[in-house]
């Protein structure tokens, strides 16, 4: 069993600059790809940025120049730097990765929980 748990939402002014985080714990092996979604109210959840096992990152275009996504594979944790927040980027940010288990021993997709991000004066 793997969970994936983040913190840093909360409640941001426009031009903000906050971090999300995700650790994920549990039967790990190893971490393939780890992204980070977002799901603005009444709308569908979309994939902002992604980051491979090596480094490589891809982003959607609404926040290229401005989100930068990172990991510590050593702490198996995921990073979202987010700058120059807007009030469109309110919504619920949600981890997700594909983990090696031991338990397993299968490539198996997991999804945090999620936290809600809410930029407003």
């Known amino acids: 069993q793997v969970q994936l748990v983040e913190s840093g939402g909360g409640l941001v002014q426009p031009g903000g600059s906050p971090r999300l985080s995700c650790a994920a714990s549990g039967s790990i092996s190893s971490i393939e790809i780890m992204r980070w979604y977002r799901q603005p109210p009444q709308r569908q959840r979309e994939l902002v940025a992604t980051i491979t096992s090596r480094g490589i990152t891809t982003y959607v275009d609404s926040v290229k120049g401005r989100f930068t996504i990172s990991r510590d594979n050593a702490k198996n944790t995921v990073y979202l730097q987010m700058n120059s927040l807007k009030p469109e980027d309110t919504a619920v940010y949600y981890c997700?990765?594909?983990?090696?288990?031991?338990?397993?021993?299968?490539?198996?997709?997991?999804w945090g929980q999620g936290t809600q991000v809410t930029v407003s004066s």
């Open positions: 997700n990765a594909d983990v090696w288990t031991y338990s397993t021993g299968r490539l198996t997709n997991y």
